[in-house]
């Protein structure tokens, strides 16, 4: 029988639910692998075992009296470190959030424990979400699974890695330029980003929220769908998310037109375009037709999402003011001025480099310029996409045009970290929902496939995604820890 | 050109401290990431409309009742009579 590390969420379900093993047995397990693995991988902020296995006894308690446990029964979650969960710490990484503990779950975190699933802890990512290496995060760098040398990606590097080593079933991130889908490739997991307002973003801690998007990640597509499912919904405290049709497993496909965008390919690593290129093959072999094609805006995509980003950061981390959260200053006497700017000296480098850009871009002179151009893209780049998506059904490329490469190999240029996004931040831009597929290995290190839709087409990512992941057969669990 | 008075205005407007290494490395870390975002100029202006992200999806607004919050959902800092106690200030 599979280790009970190993298992994917549906069989965690079905062996729960069959009585193969006990929640109490499974937890234990995983347990036992965060001690081994997490001092090499670093994937949690705060970790509660004692929670988890409290959780698993009430789950073995319920199968036994045949009460309804729900969908996730008993599967581990991590939940990346900037979605509110009640009871315990949220730090978005930072260390003006070292204390904060909120007093309400997140939308998604309760639809999670409604279904039963178990909240393990909370995982590393750069601050606030601004990042693309986990490098950022003032707590502790986490490392690829797959190398620990090298990055996991970010800015949900702890979600990616935790899934990638075992430490948890499945994980939460969000999603503001490529925040799943960068971890996930570089991980080897798969990652979704879904149409934004698909999920609701109550208790997702903002960073720019016209841009992110709570989503799901994990080993199997069909893990996927169980957690896209339970997640997804309209929410009458988050009135930017929309009610969707579920999705289903495919008994069979429909012919999928699909377009392979020619700039992501040519501009990327060549070990990557190799193994596109193969993947492509695998498209047409699941009776997908495959042809390339160009987006004209996309050499605007990457300025203008860090014009709109940072522009959105700026406001939204204005409320770090020491007021309601923060730090323990005695009451007396402070001058208005100083006493905000010295509790914000307390930001990291890159956080701190996002807020003046945005109140650049956002200030006098400057915001015709930059902002008001960069939202006028924005309609142009989905108004080719939407046109696009007559034609195509979905549209696939390398989610990173890179390999996973070693720490601090671009800490000192930002421009340069900023250049991996390059690929995923096309889909936050325009709202549309992306997936990043594991589709093989360079040299050791992994590589994913990023495949988009129209709004509101996960089923056809999903159907792509599940006829794939049986003809690219790709270990998901490294060997070496 | 972002030159440090320019940074040292950004970070007033923006209430940020920046230490000494920053306020030595921000000028030309900034400047970079403004000569990137200069593309943009290249896209036309045009007044016509800006597409929404999506078609929200307005049903009835809820009734102008008052709800009672849970006070401690404000986080630290109240005080026994439900205020939220700032700092001093002179």
Known sequence: ???????????????????QFTAEDYVTTIIKRIERVEPK???FITLDTDGALSSARIIDKKIKEREDVGQLAGVTIGIKDNISTQGIRTTCASKILENYVPTFDATVIRSLKVNGAILLGKLNLDEFGMGSTTEYSRYQPTRNPW???CVPGGSSGGSGAAVAAGECTIALGSDTGGSIRCPSSFCSVIGLKPTYGRVSRYGLISYANSLEQIGPICRSVRDLVMMLNIISGKDALDNTSMSSTPISIPSRINKLNVGIIRELITDCDQEVAKLIYSASEKVKEIGCSCEEVSIKNLHYALPSYYTLASAEASSNLARYDN???????????????TYFSNVRENFGEEVKRRILIGSYVLSSGYYGKYYLKARRLRSLLKLELLELFKKYDLLIGPTMPILPFKFGEKIDDPIKM?????????ANLAGIPAISLPVGFSNGLPVGMQ????PFEEQKLIDASYELEKVINIPRRPNSI | MISKEDLEHLAQISRINLTENELEKFPTQLEKTIEYIDILEQIASDDSVTLDLHELEFEELRKD??????????GKNITEDGFLRGPKMK
């Open chain 1, 1 to 19: 029988m599979t280790k009970l590390d190993d298992l994917l969420a549906y069989e965690v379900v079905e062996g729960l639910t069959e009585g």
């Open chain 1, 41 to 43: 991988v670093h994937s």
């Open chain 1, 147 to 149: 190398n620990l040398d």
């Open chain 1, 323 to 337: 007021i309601r959260y923060g730090f323990d200053y005695p009451i007396g006497e402070y001058k208005w001025d």
């Open chain 1, 418 to 426: 900023y250049l991996v996004d390059i690929n995923t931040v096309i």
């Open chain 1, 451 to 454: 495949i988009m839709a129209a």
């Open chain 2, 65 to 74: 009742e008052i709800r009672i919050s849970d006070e401690k959902q404000l």
